[in-house]
């Protein structure tokens, strides 16, 4: 990587001392010349000094991390390729307050403050799924990442998840010379990776990036992969110092196993490897299939229990032929009916087993372009446009079935950016449209009947001849033998409108002591379908406020102190997968679901 250099000139003191003035007067009039001294830069994406680096994650605008009153940490490329981050699970090796739970074995989201944490790409947010589950985080086009405790401020707007975000800052193009490096990495367990990253200058105003990623790995566990193939392109062009263009595209495809692990467990497994096996010694249906009775011979169904639980349980009956070593024909959903377990002896099992699953894949596509117009020193305008396409799904035989055909989404933010005296303005408009199908089924999911040590190819839902439910599965449209269920709240069609106005205004006080103020407000237009008619569908248009403060003190240049307040009305509860929105299984949207209100209160200290 080339360094870039500095050249500094010093100046001698008028006088250091008598004694070597005198010297001086004494041996020569002529002018001291002082050699040149080089000091070797390290280039912004080496560096893992977080205030190299201005960001614009939390209130739109480039400010250093110590004039930034929100808990963030700066995540540089150097960094993630020093200590091997291929997975957001990793960030909390960098950051306090992250842990990301396993999300049916692939995260795409990390865990902030304990919640699914927001997704951004270069300030654009980026709608992902319900559960945190998805497609794999692609790095290959990632520079750096800011991530940011606590829900977004007012030009960021609303989100489903409140507790924190994460924004992915992408590659950009290098205008002093041509850069380039090839990357491979093998590892343990068939892990392979390789890659290209190239760039330069086209002209003095016109630079190029591409960068180009695969991976082809096995895993500890038996029957995992993931496999991936990732590019990445970038130009950006400054005709003259009053106009800058970015723009940048990224493909995305994965085909990986999502990691279920190990079923049944129990503090025996966890400490010492110990597995309960045994498999399922259920009766056939009785007539009227497939209604399975209890104990005393009444049906079991979706009744009411007390406290107005939903009544499951245990079938019971005469047990039917073992049909294979799993009994996998007579294998009953979970709900309503949870299956009965012939209990065998605890066992040593290998923890290379997990529950096995047929595969995921999908493909993602997304394009960008920044637009910064400087009008005069003190006044900007920005224009962000993002897109983003996503068709992904997953079917586990033990059973979990999830379907995104597709999801698309648009946004548009322009920022009127105004600098007058002490004061700093960042207002606009933000418009963004997202269509979202998405189909799930995890009502019939019997993940402790199979027994792991028995023969793992007869783990398959589909051998069941209950399957597939007459109570929760319906067919996915347009996609023959896979299933979904209606009313689970993650299913669905979607349309989504959301149109935003919002201001934000930094004053500068005093040399030490500033004040940072913004409010917004976004209508979101929601128009909500059931495929299958289960559900009636509902539209709904609701006003979303957003209002954030900040007190800040600099001590000295290296040290601030800071209070900062935040209010926002939030869509958490209609949360879809997909990132989309739905009624949460009930025939109308709630008003309670769609306006979740979020308070932020935040205290802190930073010390370069």
Excluded at 51 to 62: I, L
Excluded at 295 to 303: K, T, V
Excluded at 513 to 526: K, N
Aim: proline letters at 6%.
């Amino acid at each position: 990587m080339k360094n870039h250099q500095l050249i500094v000139a010093a100046a001698c003191a008028a006088a250091i001392s008598a004694r070597f003035a005198g010297h001086a007067e004494s041996t020569t009039n002529a002018p001291s010349v002082m050699e040149k001294t080089v000091i070797e830069g390290i280039p912004l994406e080496e560096t893992v000094v977080p205030t190299a680096r201005p960001f614009n994650s939390v209130y739109g605008t480039d400010r250093s991390i110590i004039d930034t009153p929100r808990s963030v940490t700066i995540i540089s490329r150097e960094q993630m390729d020093a200590i091997s981050i291929h997975d957001v699970r990793e960030f909390s090796k960098l950051t306090s307050s992250s842990y990301t739970r396993s999300n049916f074995g692939a995260p795409t989201t990390p865990d902030i403050r304990t919640q699914y944490a927001d997704t951004f790409i270069n300030g654009s947010r980026v709608g992902m799924s319900s559960n945190g589950n998805g497609l794999p985080v692609d790095f290959n086009s990632v520079e750096s990442v800011n991530i940011v405790k606590g829900p977004a401020g007012v030009v960021y707007g609303p989100s489903q998840y409140v507790g924190g975000y994460v924004d992915l800052i992408t590659k950009r193009p290098f205008f002093d010379g041509f850069h380039g490096e090839v990357t491979a990495e093998v590892g343990m367990y068939d892990q392979y990776r390789w890659g290209l990253d190239f760039g330069g200058p086209i002209s003095k105003t016109l630079a190029y990036r591409v960068s180009y990623a695969g991976e082809e790995s096995g895993s500890y566990y038996y029957d995992g992969y993931k496999h991936t193939q990732a590019g990445y392109a970038a130009l950006e062009w400054t005709p003259n110092d009053k106009y800058d263009l970015f723009v940048d595209g990224e493909f995305f495809r994965a085909d990986y196993t999502e990691n279920f692990g190990i079923n049944r467990p129990t503090q025996a497994l966890i400490d010492h490897g110990q597995y309960q096996t045994g498999v399922n010694d259920n009766p056939a249906p009785a007539a009227g299939y497939p209604q399975y009775c209890d104990a005393s011979g009444n049906p079991l169904g979706f009744g009411v229990g007390p406290g107005g639980s939903t009544a499951v349980g245990v079938v019971s009956g005469v047990p039917a032929p073992q049909s294979d070593p799993q009994n996998s024909r007579w294998v009953v959903s979970g709900f309503p009916y949870i299956n009965h377990i012939a209990l065998g002896p605890v066992v040593t099992i290998d923890r290379r087993l997990r529950l096995p699953t047929d595969g995921s894949d999908g493909t993602s596509v997304n394009l960008q372009a920044i637009q910064t117009l400087r009008i005069s020193d003190d006044t900007q305008i920005v224009n962000s446009t993002f897109g983003r396409y996503v068709r992904r799904e997953t079917l586990s035989p033990y059973y979990y079935s999830e379907i995104i055909d597709p999801s698309w989404e648009l946004e548009n933010r322009t920022e009127l950016r105004l600098t007058r005296d002490n004061h700093s303005i960042n207002t606009g408009i933000d418009f963004k449209y997202q269509d979202v199908r998405a189909f799930n089924d995890f009502y019939s999911e019997p993940a402790n009947v199979w027994d792991l040590t028995k023969d793992r190819s007869f783990i398959n839902i589909y051998n069941a001849a209950y399957f597939p439910s007459q109570f929760t599965s319906v067919p996915v449209p347009g996609w023959p033998g896979r299933y979904y269920t209606p009313d689970n709240g993650d299913s669905g069609e979607s349309h989504t409108v959301d149109a935003a106005l919002f201001y934000q205004h930094d004053w500068k006080i005093t040399d030490k002591f500033s004040a940072l103020f913004g409010g917004r407000g976004d209508m979101l237009s929601i128009d909500y379908k059931d495929p299958a008619g289960f559900l009636p569908g509902d539209s709904v248009t609701v006003i979303l406020p957003n209002v954030n403060t900040s007190l800040i003190y600099k001590w000295q240049p290296d040290l601030s102190s800071y209070f900062t307040y935040n209010w926002s009305e939030n869509p958490v509860g209609s949360v879809g997968n997909g990132g989309g929105y739905t009624t949460a299984g009930n025939a109308n949207f709630s008003n309670a679901n769609l306006r979740n209100e979020a308070t932020l209160y935040e205290v802190g200290s930073k010390w370069s």
